[in-house]
């Protein structure tokens, strides 16, 4: 009976972590739903913005924008003659919508080689130490959510050039307006 229920349980809980979280507008509502005992998103996220110095709502909201948490987002498919699937506009996927080539660089230059894009813990990492390299290089305070997110969209040589159009601008604009009010929900709920 005992191993049955610790079955079911973990069964459960495998089952949420693979799941998107619902009212993904409320960072407080979003750690409750995937704080458990073999998952905890908000220790994840806090770690790691204390080791890349980045704030969690930052954090949060790059991912928001990318991907509305969920785990194996891919962007769309081209289609041959309009109707025939064929490839995907780019790399990008799982929750950050990490390019293969710059999850690749993460990596090599974190050692974390295991690191998953759809896994939560690793992905927010991974977002942490891009806006953190975007600080590096090209100077980006790192509570300054707007141009942290033009430089995760354009990449980093993108961003030094000023090459962001106005559908970018509109994306960073609604990252950074996430940002705030993710760090207003945050701060009333104690996370």
Known sequence: MRIAFFIALLALSLTACASTPKRINDACAIFDQRDGLFNNWSRQARSASREYGVPVPILMATIYVES??????????????????????SSAYGYAQALDGTWSAYQKDTGRWAASRSDFGDAIRFVAWYHYQSHVRNGIPLDHTYNLYLAYYTGQAGYARGQFGSGVKQTAQKSAAMAERYESQLRRCGY
Do not use: S
Request: aromatic share 18%; glycine share 14%; proline share 14%.
């Open 68 to 89: 509305g948490f969920q785990a194996r987002a891919k962007p769309p498919r081209k289609y041959v003659l309009g109707f025939i699937p064929w490839g995907r506009v």
